[in-house]
């Protein structure tokens, strides 16, 4: 791995616990912004973003989702299936 990557792999990940803060501290609008950063930064490093990045942010509306404020879960059968607000769905298999 070479330096480039590496240093954008940490800021991915740096962006994604900024993403957190802020949406549990009520900046959806920051949190969104910093999503998207993150997501450019792996466009311009041909990287896949993490995949706990990707189950916790929104395709559609790029919000952080954090459970319980803009996002609920709901299980069924062999898989996990998450709303965020804006109505977009995810699904998953358990983990």
Known sequence: MTDETAIARERIDRLAGLAR??????????????VRRARRVAE????????????STCGNCDVFLVHGVNAR???????VVVTCECGAQSRYPYD
């Open 44 to 55: 311009r490093h041909r990287l896949r973003l993490p995949r706990q990045f990707e189950r």
């Open 73 to 79: 879960s709901r299980t069924q059968s062999g898989h």
């Open 21 to 34: 803060d802020a949406v549990r501290d009520g900046h959806p609008d920051r949190a969104r912004a910093y």
